[in-house]
């Protein structure tokens, strides 16, 4: 029996969240990860030093997707030429469980399962929209979950414990948090500029994660108009940020979706215009169509309906978010992967 799974994807915070969730379960039962990642990217930043792992591998990999002409062909070889070497890695550590999350760091790792011989492949997809290289290797898994699939055998989805533990039942908004996440977003950045001065008026605190690039500028601002925000650019402290607001303006990506579900954070979500197939606007969709959040694209974005919905009843939408989620989503996933392994 294989005691060593392979985990691997990344490249954006929201994959990298659900990795380092199944690194946690799988080190807590005893198993050996290895994690299979990308240089190009922040899986570096999460994983390079991590003690929980066996070994982490980064491989110079990059994204195919919008890609054309000579670059497509380029990066389409060289994804080949690292599934050679996830082979061997495989072959060396007797891997025979891998575990995708998605994103272009994935893709080596998970086309050498496909091509390894008696290796079982199962993929996590975030979103509600499937990322094109999880549409071409879905087909060859053994198991997808999804928590926006009414068919995946466990719709939970992997949040950390903390996020629970943190969860309160909103009454009254005294904080606003506004979360643009890791990179930033201007929109979210400049709409939150633009209603400051009357959240302060009213007495409402707020938290404003700007981004890296946007940081400076913003921060700026808010010392001209004589706020004391809690403004940062990027922090290892979020739940606990979370914890301390009573509604939140945010992108829509799973990770942060599902995290102020567990944490019972009323929010309004404006999803990234960008995003491959429209999926944070799709993520948000699935709650509100529940009454559980707001959702409003970036052009609808107004002060007006802002303050409409901070008067809206945040208690009754606080209470249900608490049964939109369990907190052992990653441990059920765990037990039917290793289930499987046993066999």
């Not at 008696?118 to 290797?137: F, V």
């Amino acid at each position: 029996m294989s005691r060593t799974v392979v985990i691997t994807g990344g490249g954006t915070g929201g994959h990298l969240k659900v990795a380092d969730a199944f690194i946690e379960e799988f080190y807590s039962r005893g198993i050996k990860v290895i994690f299979i990642g990308s240089s190009n990217g922040q899986d570096k930043a999460w994983f390079e030093n991590d003690r929980r792992l066996k070994e982490a591998i980064f491989l110079d990999t990059r994204g195919v997707v919008n890609k054309k002409g000579f670059s497509k062909i380029s990066s389409l070889f060289n994804i080949f030429s690292k599934t050679l070497a996830c082979l061997d890695l495989y072959k060396k550590h007797n891997v025979k469980t891998v575990i995708s999350v998605g994103g272009f760091s994935a893709a080596p790792a998970t086309f050498a399962s496909i091509l390894a011989f008696d290796c079982k492949l199962y993929i996590h997809e975030q979103n509600s929209r499937m990322g094109k290289l999880n549409q071409i290797t879905s087909k060859f898994a053994t198991q997808v979950f999804s928590s926006f699939d009414e068919n995946s055998l466990v719709k939970d989805y992997p949040v950390s414990q903390i996020f629970f533990d943190n969860a309160r039942i909103r009454d009254k908004i005294k904080t606003v948090a506004f979360f643009g996440g890791s990179q930033g977003a201007v929109c979210i950045n400049d709409f939150a500029l633009n209603v400051a001065f009357k959240l302060n008026k009213m007495g409402i605190n707020i938290i404003h994660q700007t981004g890296k690039n946007d940081f400076e500028r913003v921060k700026t601002q808010y010392e001209r108009l004589g706020i004391n925000a809690d403004v940062f650019d990027f922090s290892k402290e979020i739940p606990q940020k979370m914890a301390k607001a009573d509604f939140a303006v945010s992108r829509a990506g799973a990770s942060t979706l599902w995290e102020m579900c567990a944490n019972a954070l009323p929010a309004l979500f404006i999803p990234y215009k960008y995003a491959a197939a429209d999926h944070q606007y799709y993520n948000a969709k699935v709650l509100k169509d529940k009454g559980l959040c707001f959702l409003q694209r970036e052009d609808e974005l107004n002060e007006e309906s802002f303050f409409e919905i901070l008067n809206t009843d945040i208690h009754k939408i606080s209470k249900e978010l608490v049964h939109s989620i369990n907190p052992n989503g990653v441990a059920l996933i765990v037990n039917i992967i290793m289930d499987n392994i046993k066999k």
